[in-house]
């Protein structure tokens, strides 16, 4: 009986997920790739392509170390940066690896034994031009809105990395209130009065724009 359950057990494994004879449960295994496959990208923020059967959430990482906070599991995604020095990826161009890691309904992370990965050759291009995001809103009065700033090259095609530390973040006439005002992103917190106000992003010698109109909930 016990040498049934060795090869029933180790059968199994080798045919797709593992299945414990005893307790009939999947062990949850998941898979990434970066730009359908391709040898180089130019996009900071390449396309992923993820699958788990059975994850709730993931989250991503540079070098398996330093991983984002949990999102809802999607099998796509695209707002990852891979070169902007965060979350253990490396600024600049160069070989970029890219590790995604799951959790399901019961708070499980997996895998635990093996890192889930792909990789590709990043190519940096110049940048040209910053966004803010989102760059229009309407907010009511006292809500707080997260903004980021994004990085473009020339055509505005590809997503080029910032340095967070290079990035200064201000408001109009100290109204409203803005926290943190270096890095890659901040929230804003809507005054009390109405009207519509203003914040910019600065990096070396670029600079964009943000507009918030703040109203009553009624």
Same mark, same amino acid.
């Given at each position: 009986?016990?040498?049934?359950?060795?090869?029933?057990?180790?059968?199994?494994?080798?045919?797709?997920?593992?299945?414990?004879?005893?307790? +009939?449960?999947?062990?949850?295994?998941?898979?990434?790739?970066?730009?359908?496959?391709?040898?180089?990208?130019?996009?900071?923020?390449?396309?992923?392509?993820? =699958?788990?059967?059975?994850?709730?959430?993931?989250?991503?990482?540079?070098?398996?170390?330093?991983?984002?906070?949990?999102?809802?599991?999607? +099998? $796509?995604?695209? #707002?990852?940066?891979?070169?902007?020095?965060? =979350?253990?990826?490396?600024?600049? $161009?160069?070989? #970029?690896?890219?590790?995604?890691?799951?959790?399901?309904?019961?708070?499980?992370?997996?895998?635990?034994?093996?890192?889930?990965?792909?990789?590709?050759?990043?190519?940096?291009?110049?940048?040209?031009?910053?966004?803010?995001?989102?760059?229009?809103?309407?907010?009511?009065?006292?809500?707080?809105?997260?903004?980021?700033?994004?990085? =473009?090259?020339?055509?505005?095609?590809?997503?080029?990395?910032?340095?967070?530390? #290079?990035?200064?973040?201000?408001?109009?006439?100290?109204?409203? #209130?803005?926290?943190?005002?270096?890095?890659? $992103?901040?929230?804003?917190?809507?005054?009390?009065?109405?009207?519509?106000?203003?914040?910019?992003?600065?990096? +070396?010698?670029?600079?964009?724009?943000?507009?918030?109109?703040?109203? +009553?909930?009624?």
């Amino acid at each position: 009986m016990f040498l049934f359950i060795l090869v029933f057990a180790f059968y199994s494994g080798c045919t797709g997920d593992f299945i414990s004879p005893l307790t +009939n449960l999947e062990v949850p295994k998941g898979s990434i790739i970066i730009e359908n496959e391709a040898d180089t990208t130019q996009n900071c923020t390449p396309a992923l392509i993820i =699958y788990s059967e059975n994850a709730r959430y993931m989250s991503f990482s540079g070098d398996g170390e330093s991983w984002t906070e949990w999102i809802d599991y999607a +099998n $796509s995604y695209t #707002k990852f940066d891979i070169a902007n020095g965060l =979350y253990g990826t490396i600024f600049g $161009s160069g070989i #970029k690896i890219v590790y995604v890691r799951f959790k399901d309904s019961d708070g499980n992370i997996f895998p635990v034994d093996e890192n889930t990965f792909d990789s590709i050759q990043y190519e940096m291009q110049n940048l040209h031009f910053l966004k803010i995001a989102p760059r229009n809103i309407t907010v009511l009065v006292g809500e707080e809105i997260f903004f980021t700033l994004h990085g =473009y090259d020339l055509g505005g095609k590809n997503e080029v990395p910032l340095e967070g530390l #290079k990035v200064t973040w201000t408001k109009y006439c100290g109204v409203g #209130k803005l926290s943190p005002t270096i890095g890659l $992103s901040t929230t804003y917190t809507a005054p009390l009065s109405l009207g519509r106000r203003d914040i910019s992003a600065h990096y +070396n010698n670029l600079a964009a724009g943000g507009t918030i109109l703040v109203v +009553n909930s009624d």
